[in-house]
């Protein structure tokens, strides 16, 4: 059971370089997400998707954008990547957008922008 | 809006110890109310979920909290750590209403000393 995957694990970027981060999930799960992780401040929500076709916004989405083509994959595109972007970046998803759908992550995508 | 404080940002304990991880949420509707924990260089587990009911909520691996709707707190307890139980512990709460998306605490590193 592979759940939800991202590639890469580790990336490196000069500022202004664009790249795209990976994730993947098996479960035939509605909702995905993207969080990013900063010391002391916990995760939040960059984007989000609750079905193939329908992306929004969420509290930090400036930098980032994605789409949802399937409903097994959800990229995230960095155009222009900027010092700010150094941050461990979390794909999650669930069954369907709620409260009673726990959130399933991924291991994880550590970036350095430099 | 709605917001979650974790107070205390690491919590040496020794071995076979209890502990007592503090979380104080703030919002103006009913919430539902989550904890995780993310184990080194891993992405986030459920470890409990308060979503109506009784008010003290078991989870896995021996941990519970107890819901404390007058003091707007979901504290994590564990009568006995574990050296495996090292890991960063994070309160989360959803809104009723909306979105319903997790807002995050800052995170809490439990240190399990032997």
Redesign the interface.
Known sequence: NAG?TQTPKFQVLKTGQSMTLQCAQDMNHEYM?W?RQDP??????IH?SVGAGIT?Q??VPNGYNVSRSTTEDFPLRLLSAAPSQTSVY?C?SSLR????S??H????TRLTVT | AQSVTQLDSQVPVFEEAPVELRCNYSSSVSVYLFWYVQYPNQGLQLLLKYLSGSTLVKGINGFEAEFNKSQTSFHLRKPSVHISDTAEYFCAVSMDTGRRALTFGSGTRLQVQP
């Open positions: 939800v997400s969080y002391g401040m916990g995760l939040r929500l989000y929004d969420g509290e979390f999650a957008q709620g409260y009673n726990p959130l992550f991924g291991n994880g």
